[in-house]
């Protein structure tokens, strides 16, 4: 099992909006900073979202997070066949002294 | 552009050792933190190690807690991860990757930049 809890899948049709929610402990997201990661098929993981709710450059708006106690979310509006991919949560643990990812959430665009 | 190359990957039997390389290019590679993370085949990310820009801090999850080690050779722009007593359980895509922040008081994991990944079967 994963320290952080996604659920396994979510879908949403072209141009709707979709939410995917990470579940921890005071002692990760309680405590600490948040980032959001999309891997395509086949491919490496990619930086979506960082401390919390900050965008790298290059990433569009349609992308946010938010953070709310021990919960995370990643939203994703206007969606697009390309943003089928699967999506995951991380941060540090502080009781573990150790970085820790959600189990990822597949997406489906139908 | 930032470049980091994985190489070192192969089939290994359960018990021995194998070390990994990270060569990186195109940012200052001794400024960095840098991250190994691991994805077994049809599964999720998984977080290895993680060591500070000046190899002062070093932090691993328990399931290789003393089993792996991480470094740095900065003059050389290269990250490694030695990889001992290795499992099945090991088996799986291994990528390096950069985090942006100092390690000293960390409260997050940011990895800005990964490699392409190196694959690392462990099987008899």
């Known amino acids: 099992q994963s320290v952080l809890t996604q659920p396994p899948s979510v879908s949403a049709a072209p141009g709707q909006k979709v939410t995917i929610s990470c579940s921890g402990s005071?002692?990760?997201?309680?405590?600490?900073?948040v980032s959001w990661y999309q891997q395509l098929p086949g491919t490496a993981p990619k930086l979506l979202i960082y401390d919390n709710n900050k965008r790298p450059s290059g990433i569009p708006d349609r992308f946010s997070g938010s953070k709310s106690g021990t919960s995370a979310t990643l939203g994703i509006t206007g969606l697009q066949t390309g943003d089928e991919a699967d999506y995951y949560c991380?941060?540090?643990?502080?009781?573990?002294?150790?970085?820790?990812f959600g189990g990822g959430t597949k997406l489906t665009v139908l | 552009q930032v470049q980091l190359v994985e190489s070192g990957g192969g089939v290994v039997q359960p018990g021995r050792s194998l070390r990994l390389s990270c060569a990186a290019s195109g940012f200052t590679f001794s400024s960095y933190a840098m991250h190994w993370v691991r994805q077994a085949p049809g599964k999720g990310l998984e977080w290895v190690a993680v060591?500070?820009?000046?190899?002062?801090?070093?932090y691993y999850p328990d399931s290789v807690k003393g089993r792996f080690t991480i470094s740095r050779d900065n003059p050389k722009n290269t990250l490694y991860l030695q990889m001992n007593s290795l499992r099945p359980e090991d088996t799986a895509v291994y990528y390096c990757?950069?985090?942006?922040?100092?390690?000293?008081?960390?409260?997050?994991?940011?990895?800005?930049?990964w490699g392409q990944g190196t694959l690392v079967t462990v099987s008899s």
């Open positions: 990757a950069r985090e942006p922040r100092s390690i000293t008081m960390i409260r997050g994991v940011i990895c800005d930049y």
């Open positions: 060591i500070s820009f000046d190899e002062s801090s070093k």
């Open positions: 991380g941060t540090w643990d502080s009781s573990l002294s150790a970085g820790v």
């Open positions: 005071s002692s990760n997201i309680g405590d600490n900073y």
